[in-house]
C-alpha cells in the first residue's frame, strides 16, 4: 500500500526520541489545519487539527504548531514509537467550501 | 461506529471494461469526498458533495470519471471505459458540520 510521492521527504528516528514533521502550506487565508496519518494499506487517519486562531495545539504524545507569518505548520510527536512509523500529510482549508488541499507527505521511519 | 465504508477493497480489471467504487459515509456526515491517490501525484480531489449534490467536479480526469449520490447514505465513483493510468487508490472520505474527514480505507485498482 504505497502511498508516497515520487520525491518523499524521509525522516528517520530513533525510538523513544521526538518526532519533528514540518510543512509549508501554500495560501494565507487558509484557516484550518490538520494533521494525518497514513499507514502502509491504509486511509489517512486524523491525527490533530488546529484553527488560524491558535498557535499551538496538544493532543496525546502530539503537538502542532503553526507560524501564520511564514506559512509554516509542524508536527511534533514525543517519545516515538515504531507504531509511528507512517507518512504524514499536513491539509490546509480554505474556509470557502470545505476543501482540503493536502501536502506531498513526509514518511516517518521509527528504528527499535 | 463503523467509519467510512468503502467497496470493493481491490479491484483487478482489464482495460475498457467498466469500473464502479462504492462508497457509504459515516452516518450524520453531509459531505462526501472522492479522491485519488498515486505515487506520482500523491493525493488528489476528485470531487465533492455537500447534502448529496456535487459541488466540484473540477478533479475529475476526463468524461470517463463520473459520480453519483442517490442519497445520503450511499455515493459512487464510475469509471467507463478504463484505462492502465486509471490504476491507483480511490479514497472516499465524509465530514459532518465540522472540517475534518474521515477516510475510508480505500479501493486499490489495477487496470491491466
Known amino acids: 500500500g504505497e502511498s508516497v510521492g515520487l520525491h518523499l521527504p524521509t525522516l528517520s528516528v530513533q525510538e523513544g526520541d521526538n518526532s519533528i514533521i514540518n510543512c509549508a502550506y501554500s495560501n494565507s487565508a487558509s484557516d484550518y489545519f490538520i494533521w494525518y496519518k497514513q499507514e502502509s494499506g491504509k486511509g489517512p487517519q486524523f491525527i490533530i487539527d488546529i484553527r488560524s486562531n491558535m498557535d499551538k495545539r496538544q493532543g496525546q504524545r502530539v503537538t502542532v504548531l503553526l507560524n501564520k507569518t511564514v506559512k509554516h505548520l509542524s508536527l511534533q510527536i514525543a517519545a516515538t514509537q515504531p507504531g509511528d512509523s507512517a507518512v504524514y500529510f499536513c491539509a490546509e482549508d480554505l474556509g470557502s467550501q470545505g476543501n482540503l488541499i493536502f501536502g506531498k507527505g513526509t514518511k516517518l521511519s521509527v528504528k527499535p | 461506529d463503523a467509519g467510512v465504508i468503502q467497496s470493493p477493497r481491490h479491484e483487478v480489471t482489464e482495460m475498457g471494461q467498466e469500473v464502479t467504487l462504492r462508497c457509504k459515509p459515516i452516518?450524520?456526515?453531509?459531505?462526501l469526498f472522492w479522491y485519488r491517490q498515486t505515487m506520482m501525484r500523491g493525493l488528489e480531489l476528485l470531487i465533492y458533495?455537500?447534502?448529496?449534490?456535487?459541488?466540484?467536479d473540477s478533479g475529475m480526469p476526463e468524461d470517463r470519471f463520473s459520480a453519483k449520490m442517490p442519497n445520503a447514505s450511499f455515493s459512487t465513483l464510475k469509471i467507463q471505459p478504463s484505462e492502465p493510468r486509471d490504476s491507483a487508490v480511490y479514497f472516499c472520505?465524509?465530514?459532518?458540520?465540522?472540517?475534518?474527514?474521515?477516510f475510508g480505507p480505500g479501493t486499490r485498482l489495477t487496470v491491466l
Open positions: 452516518s450524520g456526515h453531509n459531505s
Open positions: 472520505a465524509s465530514r459532518d458540520i465540522g472540517f475534518t474527514q474521515y
Open positions: 458533495f455537500n447534502n448529496n449534490v456535487p459541488i466540484d
